[in-house]
T-cell receptor, first 115, second 111 residues
């Protein structure tokens, strides 16, 4: 049973560029949440996708957008990259059963460096 | 929205001693409080969680307590071992599942 998988593991971009990060949820999970984790900080909630729609959004600008596909996998897109976007981007999935939806299982993350 | 504060930011204990990490939350609607352990370069992993209808939960050497009135919850690790060294994050969420994390506590267990 594969856990949450993310790609790529590392990425280097320059300011102004655009980036797409990908996530496949754990088998049996239908909800995907994205987090940004700066060095030495806790994960910051970006948004959550369920049934191919953005259901919740944290305090991130519109440069951050996402998508969820029918197979529950998800993408995070960041436009017009800034130096401050350099961080570990974590994807977390959660399950369908009532009372289990909150239990987040994290992927290993994508380390994004913006130069 | 929910705001979670965590302290201390760093904690150093001798092997065998206990460690306590405390968190406070702001949103009285929050009803689920997990704790995650993140080792260097690895993903956060759920180690224990508690729901608002329970005051305490224990799993071997770790336990979590919740005080809904005061809006704070704590992680207790007894008989600490070097492999407990990691960064620990508390989190809180309401039924909307918009989970907010604390800033983390770096625990070092000295052999």
């Amino acid at each position: 049973d594969a856990g949450v998988t993310q790609s790529p593991t590392h990425l280097i971009k320059t300011r102004g560029q655009q980036v797409t990060l990908r996530c496949s949820p754990k088998s049996g999970h239908d909800t995907v949440s994205w987090y940004q984790q700066a060095l030495g900080q806790g994960p910051q909630f970006i948004f959550q996708y369920y049934e191919e729609e953005e259901r919740q959004r944290g305090n991130f600008p519109d440069r951050f957008s996402g998508h969820q596909f029918p197979n529950y996998s998800s993408e995070l897109n960041v436009n017009a990259l800034l130096l401050g976007d350099s961080a570990l981007y974590l994807c977390a999935s959660s399950g369908i059963q009532p009372g289990r939806r909150e239990k987040l299982f994290f992927g290993s993350g994508t380390q994004l460096s913006v130069l | 929205g929910e705001n979670v504060e965590q302290h201390p930011s760093t904690l150093s204990v001798q092997e065998g001693d206990s460690a306590v990490i405390k968190c406070t939350y702001s949103d009285s609607a929050s009803n689920y409080f997990p704790w995650y352990k993140q080792e260097l370069g690895k993903r956060p992993q759920l180690i224990i969680d508690i729901r608002s209808n329970v005051g305490e939960k224990k799993d071997q050497r770790i336990a979590v307590t919740l005080n809904k009135t005061a809006k704070h919850f704590s992680l207790h690790i007894t008989e600490t071992q070097p492999e407990d060294s990691a960064v620990y994050f508390c989190a809180a969420t309401d039924n909307n599942n918009d989970m907010r994390f604390g800033a983390g506590t770096r625990l070092t267990v000295k052999p």
